[in-house]
């Protein structure tokens, strides 16, 4: 979240130079982490935990969204400007870690799971915890494809509910969630080892980035 904290930094600081001296930053990306309580407990893996299952199904919780604070600073065609031109400003002074490395990071992971999904661990695994929920009555080939019954449906059913409550039970009797990861990790070592030197070059970038977010927020330099 360090990189929204400098951006609206510096988007604050640019429009009350440019005489908007009341805007406190409406209509900002609010800088604040993540809810990982709203992540889907389901996938490839199969369903984590009956307590949440019996809850929300393949729902994420809802949660609402946060409202803006603070007055308007301002509007019409000068302030518009204003503000794309402090938009830009900001994008320019942070800039970002290579692409290229990111793009490698996101390729590897992609082909983690890919080698994941096709493992003869995992696809027994995927096969006995198909067996479990065929017998328990609710037929499925994959975990992954389970959420997609309900996703259309603006609530949870006891349907969802039923279904869910099955998928984690049949994860646990199948150990389909502790082979997956398992088996992932192992090719995520492989590739973190093949491509170590590439790897290392972002890891440095990622540093430098983010040693330079900090001396954004401090104020001590671009």
């Known amino acids: 979240m360090k990189e929204i904290q400098a951006r609206n930094a510096l988007i604050v600081s640019c429009m009350r130079k440019a005489g908007y001296t009341g805007f406190g930053g409406d209509g900002l990306q609010a800088a604040q982490a993540p809810d990982n309580a709203t992540a889907l407990p389901a996938g490839a893996w199969g369903y984590l935990g009956t307590a949440v299952a019996g809850v929300q199904g393949f729902h994420p919780p809802k949660r609402a969204l946060p409202r803006p604070t603070g007055p308007a600073a301002g509007s019409g065609e000068a302030y518009d400007s204003a503000r794309v031109d402090c938009d830009r400003q900001a994008a320019e002074r942070i800039g970002s870690p290579s692409d290229p490395g990111t793009e490698l990071v996101g390729r590897l992971f992609d082909e983690s799971i890919a080698a994941t999904g096709r493992d003869t661990r995992v696809t027994a695994a995927t096969g006995e ?26 609530d949870v059913t006891p349907a969802e509910r039923a279904t869910a409550l099955a998928d984690a039970d049949c994860t646990g009797r199948s150990n389909l969630a502790g082979i997956w990861f398992a088996v992932l990790a192992g090719y995520q070592r492989q590739l973190i080892d093949r491509n170590a030197q590439a790897l290392t070059a972002q890891k440095e970038a990622v540093r430098a980035q983010d040693a330079k977010l900090a001396r954004l927020l401090a104020g001590d330099g671009s």
């Open 129 to 154: 915890w198909s067996a479990c929920m065929t017998a328990a009555g609710f037929k499925a080939d994959a975990p992954a494809a389970l959420p997609d019954r309900f996703r259309a449906a603006p």
